[in-house]
């Protein structure tokens, strides 16, 4: 049986290997319409692009610029990013002449118009669906050109994204059979996770304070990536979660 690691996104049609008809470009009339009034959810990659781009602490920038709100399930939250407050509901990070961040925007940005949802197979790979959204708003579906999904992954540099995206789903869909031993919404071991995937810089004092890495048995150029790079402790953190709390074989233990 397969594995949804995200809801069903039955609304939208399936997209196949065959080329959409889609282009977005600041000559169309709805541009940037997208980035306001929108309902934007951050995953922990997210927080980590967006951070460092904007060179604030992860504990700031989850301050000073998002929320919670449901996630996928009932069992941990979802981070979404704040729109301004003055008028509008405008992204905060839309400037005059377009994204503040583009570099550094968020997966869903990347992504849209097209979702993607991941599914782990029977033999335990993970197969990626995609969908085509059809807002009415959005114009770019009336451009001539045209695209593949396997053009739109790379040209949006969608890829090193959905690498730690899909790692993040493995980490939800756990999360969403209540590991939580009991201890009920916001109990320390939540608070825990919470920091691990969403708050990297704490996650890393966390990680020095306890000497959390000289516990596995880690190849000393891991160690050192791990120690230097968020990404690298941030792939740390999911497999620390699934080992600590789902007994699972991802780090092994001195
Ligand atoms: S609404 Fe669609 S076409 Fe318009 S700017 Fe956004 S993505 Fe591009
Ligand atoms: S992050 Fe950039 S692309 Fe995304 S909604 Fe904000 S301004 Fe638009």
């Not at 959409?20 to 470009?25: A, D, E, L, Q, V």
Request: hydrophobic content about 35%.
């Amino acid at each position: 049986m397969n594995e949804d690691f995200r809801p069903p996104l039955s609304d939208w049609p399936e997209l196949s290997a065959e080329p959409f008809r889609f282009r977005c470009h600041a000559g169309v009339s709805c541009f940037l319409s997208c980035c306001r009034q929108v309902e934007l959810r951050l995953f922990p990659y997210d927080v980590l692009r967006l951070k460092n781009r904007l060179a604030l602490s992860s504990a700031h920038f989850l301050e000073q610029h998002t929320r919670l709100g449901a996630g996928t399930h009932p069992f941990f939250p979802a981070v979404y990013l704040n729109m301004r407050a003055d008028g509008g509901h405008l992204c905060p990070f839309l400037a005059e002449h377009g994204c503040s961040v583009y570099k550094d925007r968020p997966s869903a940005c990347r992504t849209y118009p097209l979702e993607r949802a991941v599914e782990k197979t029977a033999n335990g790979t993970l197969r990626s669906r995609w969908f085509m959204t059809g807002h009415s708003y959005c114009k770019g579906h009336d451009e001539p050109q045209t695209c593949t999904v396997k053009q739109w992954e790379r040209e949006q540099q969608l890829i090193e994204f959905n690498l730690f995206n899909d790692r993040w789903a493995e980490v939800d869909a756990f999360f969403a059979a209540n590991p939580w031993q009991g201890e009920g919404h916001g109990g320390p071991l939540q608070q825990l996770a919470f920091m691990i995937c969403y708050n990297l810089d704490t996650f890393r004092d966390h990680v020095r304070q306890h000497n959390l890495l000289a516990g596995f048995r880690l190849d000393r150029d891991r160690r050192k990536r791990i120690e230097q790079d968020d990404g690298e402790l941030l792939k740390f953190g999911f497999d620390w979660l699934l080992h600590v709390l789902g007994s699972r074989r991802t780090l092994l233990p001195r």
